[in-house]
């Protein structure tokens, strides 16, 4: 990875350190047990992952459902060590935790910095990843991703893109990078919460209804039934979801087409 990693000379802490002179000292034996979690995590993503589409989105799935986005956190935020401890961080976190199960899955993955920009025009220091998948480089954003509500229990996969999209509000720092050239999933980009099977992405349009793409191909595909919700979320054979209209948990059974309340 491309983020650096300072052991001091004492043994007792590791400095994440970065461009921004943001040098962050966290209990050596606290990111061991980091370390610990990811090694067993990615263990039990690698059984079911065996793309690295599906790999990025396992992970992501677990970074976003279980944790979530805080400064007010015991440890430092800027940790993944926060996520463990609190369950809450911030995008250096994100970024750490994802870049890592996603080495561990076998990916090549680079620690990106950077900054992004608000909608009201303000500016923020931002870290986030450059993942290799299917041949090309694409930024991948599980922070910016992650659904504001609920603040845990929802992903969402719309931040993989390639640089000339995610520069509308993404400037990297000046240092020496692959350019992401990759595009293939970018039609995830104006979609809210997400979930996926073997082989389909299940996404929520901004109006609530509920559409799929073909994993392989990234082509949307019709959905065989009309469902319109939210937070959603992939169980065995069901799509579950918070209705759209009555707000009440429904699950749709992918097999049989059969919608039933929770």
Not at 185 to 201: N, Q
Not at 226 to 238: F, K, P, Q, R, W
Request: hydrophobic share 35%; aromatic share 14%.
């Amino acid at each position: 990875t491309t983020y650096y990693i300072d052991q001091k000379e004492n043994g007792e802490f590791i400095t994440y350190m970065n461009l921004f002179e943001l040098n962050v000292d966290v209990p050596y034996e606290d990111v061991e047990q980091v370390w610990a979690l990811e090694d067993d995590v990615a263990a039990q993503i690698a059984k079911v992952a065996y793309t690295d589409l599906d790999k990025v989105l396992y992970v992501t799935d677990y970074v976003q459902r279980y944790y979530g986005y805080s400064y007010d956190t015991m440890t430092t935020p800027h940790s993944h060590v926060a996520f463990m401890t609190d369950g809450f961080g911030v995008c250096q976190a994100y970024a750490l935790m994802t870049g890592e199960l996603l080495e561990r899955l076998g990916m090549k993955v680079h620690y990106v910095l950077g900054y992004i920009t608000h909608e009201d025009g303000t500016t923020e220091q931002h870290a986030w990843n450059l993942v290799y998948m299917d041949g090309a480089w694409v930024n991948v954003d599980t922070t910016w991703s992650d659904p504001i509500e609920p603040v845990k229990g929802a992903a969402s996969y719309n931040y993989m893109m390639s640089d000339e999209l995610i520069h509308d509000d993404h400037e990297r720092e000046a240092y020496s990078l692959p350019q992401a050239h990759g595009i293939k999933y970018e039609v995830l980009t104006s979609y809210k919460t997400m979930a996926h099977d073997e082989r389909y992405i299940y996404a929520e349009t901004p109006i609530g209804t509920i559409h799929r793409f073909l994993k392989r191909t990234m082509e949307q595909v019709d959905m065989p039934v009309e469902i319109a919700g939210t937070n959603l979320y992939m169980s065995d054979v069901y799509l579950y979801y918070i209705d759209a209209e009555t707000g009440a948990v429904k699950r749709w059974n992918v097999t049989t087409n059969d919608v039933e309340y929770v």
